[in-house]
């Protein structure tokens, strides 16, 4: 049974129990970085990839289109209503400005050139998925007046420092919904945790989300390693007509937090295994050991085995989803 996220003390619980590795795990990481011979970092320049804003001048005809700008970050429109999810423009996703993993391409399109929205959502507060100079950007726009904010337990908090309206903010527990515009906006459980340091870690919540439209419904997975919680996922919330699983950032070190593309297979079949799926969570910043290829190489290789239907587009290219139609972008190669 799903169930609201539980506390000890200031520290929200993961919802099967689960071993987050801190400095230990970094000590047994730095021999295979230092040995590593992957190529982590695309060594010829990806891109340039530019939206073309006017698209989103007539709304999509299957009423679900989406533009997935690198890693999580995602603009979507969705039965009339356009929302942007985990929007992360800045260069690095780390706390420095100077150091940290760096953007492997330049945002498809620029902040100020994003059209009105009606949600921003921001699953939770880790680096990758919430960009603080993207936040005080959006804060600043005019196109983002009237948008709702919504968030999971206690990262609204981070929202109002850079600059959002406290007004204009929703935050969720596991289970919890708010509608916008007639959609209805579900945080669920994933297994994870949060923190901008290794001293606020668990303080603040993370979710998965389901998006319910008028005719369409999507699954946002953020970051979770595997549970058996997908299953319920699945049965009280789909079937879906989108499924988004993170493939990227993995390893065996840390594989109760991230699902690697065998993961994200599993959990698209235990999530019922209907519609599509579309890979997240990859190609943009190295977060990992693995190349940062590998993710999307051995998804295809699952969907092929699995006969799972992908949805993989381009960078920046505002792509229809179609019922049963396939998207493969070869970009990446």
Same mark, same amino acid.
């Given at each position: 049974?799903?169930?609201?996220?539980?506390?000890?003390?200031?520290?929200?619980s993961n919802p099967v129990p689960t071993?987050?590795?801190?400095?230990?795990?970094i000590f047994k990481v730095l021999p295979?970085?230092?040995?590593?011979?992957?190529?982590?970092?695309?060594?010829?320049?990806?891109?340039?990839?530019?939206?073309?804003? $006017?698209?989103? =001048? @007539?709304?999509?005809?299957?009423? &679900?289109? #989406?533009?997935?700008?690198?890693? *999580?970050?995602?603009?979507?429109?969705?039965?009339?209503?356009?929302?942007?999810?985990?929007?992360?423009?800045?260069?690095?996703?780390?706390?420095?400005?100077?150091?940290?993993?760096?953007?492997?391409?330049?945002?498809?399109?620029?902040?100020?050139?994003?059209?009105?929205?009606?949600?921003?959502?921001?699953?939770?507060?880790?680096?990758?998925?919430?960009?603080?100079?993207?936040?005080?950007?959006?804060?600043?726009?005019? $196109?983002?007046? =009237? @948008?709702?904010?919504?968030?999971? &337990?206690? #990262?609204?908090?981070?929202?109002? *420092?850079?600059?959002?309206?406290?007004?204009?903010?929703?935050?969720?527990?596991?289970?919890?919904?708010?509608?916008?515009?007639?959609?209805?906006?579900?945080?669920?459980?994933?297994?994870?945790?949060?923190?901008?340091?290794?001293?606020?870690?668990?303080?603040?919540?993370?979710?998965?989300?389901?998006?319910?439209?008028?005719?369409?419904?999507?699954?946002?997975?953020?970051?979770?390693?595997?549970?058996?919680?997908?299953?319920?996922?699945?049965? @009280?919330?789909?079937?879906?007509? &989108?499924?988004?699983?993170?493939?990227?950032?993995?390893?065996?070190?840390?594989?109760?937090?991230?699902?690697?593309?065998?993961?994200?297979?599993?959990?698209?079949?235990?999530?019922?295994?209907?519609?599509?799926?579309?890979?997240?969570?990859?190609?943009?910043?190295?977060?990992?050991?693995?190349?940062?290829?590998?993710?999307?190489?051995?998804?295809?290789?699952?969907?092929?085995?699995?006969?799972?239907?992908?949805?993989?587009?381009?960078?920046?290219?505002?792509?229809?989803?179609?019922?049963?139609?396939?998207?493969?972008?070869?970009?990446?190669?």
């Open positions: 049974m799903l169930r609201r996220a539980t506390k000890v003390g200031r520290r929200f071993v987050i590795g801190g400095l230990s795990t295979h970085y230092l040995t590593n011979k992957a190529e982590t970092v695309p060594v010829r320049a990806l891109g340039p990839f530019k939206t073309d804003v $006017s698209v989103y =001048g @007539a709304p999509p005809e299957s009423g &679900l289109r #989406v533009t997935w700008m690198g890693h *999580s970050s995602v603009l979507i429109e969705i039965d009339g209503v356009r929302m942007l999810m985990d929007p992360v423009w800045d260069e690095r996703a780390s706390p420095m400005r100077w150091a940290g993993p760096k953007r492997f391409f330049a945002a498809p399109l620029r902040l100020e050139d994003i059209p009105a929205v009606d949600v921003v959502l921001v699953s939770h507060d880790h680096y990758d998925h919430l960009g603080e100079a993207t936040i005080r950007g959006l804060a600043r726009l005019e $196109s983002m007046r =009237g @948008a709702r904010w919504v968030t999971s &337990l206690g #990262v609204g908090e981070e929202l109002r *420092s850079f600059g959002v309206s406290a007004e204009k903010i929703s935050e969720l527990d596991w289970t919890e919904s708010v509608t916008v515009n007639g959609l209805e906006i579900t945080a669920v459980p994933s297994r994870h945790f949060s923190g901008r340091s290794l001293f606020n870690r668990f303080e603040t919540l993370w979710s998965a989300f389901v998006l319910k439209g008028s005719k369409h419904k999507v699954y946002f997975g953020a970051d979770s390693g595997w549970w058996e919680g997908f299953a319920q996922i699945g049965a @009280a919330y789909g079937p879906f007509d &989108l499924t988004m699983l993170e493939i990227g950032a993995f390893d065996a070190l840390w594989d109760a937090i991230h699902l690697g593309p065998d993961g994200a297979a599993r959990a698209f079949e235990a999530l019922g295994g209907k519609g599509l799926m579309m890979p997240i969570h990859w190609g943009l910043f190295d977060l990992a050991l693995h190349a940062w290829r590998q993710p999307i190489e051995r998804m295809l290789e699952l969907a092929g085995e699995r006969g799972i239907r992908l949805w993989a587009p381009e960078p920046g290219r505002p792509t229809e989803v179609v019922a049963e139609e396939e998207v493969r972008s070869d970009w990446w190669r």
